[in-house]
């Protein structure tokens, strides 16, 4: 079973520039997270999407991330304009649903801003 | 707000050794996941505990859940070079797959 994809894997940008990052779930699993991981800490969850709905987005900075999945599949990420401290590891997971119990992550895509 | 906190923050075992990780957690939940991650890797689901009283086991990790005392732990037995890596444990906020993860462990495993 084909695992989370993620690209690019890393992304190097100034601050103010614009980004995206795509995933793509595992088959069937309609329930799909990204999440913020800095360095040194645990990952911080930004949005989940059950099918092409969003659940939860109350941790997103909404002023400049934004966040799509389309059709209820692939999912793209957006930061927009890009700051020093959005320096992180951006990682999306998938569930089969929302109850479902374990999250499967990808690999995610280090960006670094400067 | 929920907070889960591990300690230690970090850790240096030598091989054969015991010892145990713990994740508390603020507010009531009875879904609890460990996860592994190795340097500049991504994050390999290890347990999930879905009720008071459980306990998973896998190889040298044993992972258990008292929800009363919302307390996890992660035991190791007999450490090996191969279990060094960061341990989180995550939270489930809401029974609707938020995680709030902690900060994480990280396990350094010297010969």
New interface residues.
């Given amino acids: 079973e084909a695992g989370v994809a993620q690209s690019p894997r890393y992304k190097i940008i100034e601050k103010r520039q614009s980004v995206a990052f795509w995933c793509n779930p595992i088959s069937g699993h309609a329930t799909l997270y990204w999440y913020q991981q800095i360095l040194g800490q645990g990952p911080k969850l930004l949005i989940q999407f059950q099918n092409n709905g969003v659940v939860d987005d109350s941790q997103l900075p909404k002023d400049r991330f934004s966040a799509e999945r389309l059709k209820g599949v692939d999912s793209t990420l957006k930061i927009q304009p890009a700051k020093l401290e959005d320096s992180a590891v951006y990682l999306c997971a998938s569930s089969l649903a929302l109850w479902t119990d374990t999250q499967y992550f990808g690999p995610g895509t280090r960006l670094t801003v400067l | 707000e929920l907070k889960?906190e591990q300690n230690p923050l970090f850790l240096s075992m030598q091989e054969g050794k015991n010892y145990t990780i713990y994740c508390n957690y603020s507010t009531t939940s009875d879904?609890l996941?460990w996860?592994r991650q190795d340097p500049g890797?991504?994050?390999?689901?290890l347990f999930?505990l879905?009720s008071n009283g459980a306990v998973k086991q896998e190889g040298r990790l044993m992972a258990s859940l008292d929800t009363k005392a919302r307390l996890s732990t992660l035991h190791i037995t007999a450490a090996v070079h191969d279990l060094s890596a960061t341990y989180?444990c995550?939270v489930d906020y809401n029974?609707?797959?938020?995680?709030?993860?902690?900060?994480?462990t990280e396990l350094s495993v010297k010969p």
């Fill in positions: 889960v879904r996941y996860y890797k991504s994050l390999e689901s999930v879905l989180f995550a029974q609707g797959g938020k995680l709030i993860f902690g900060q994480g």
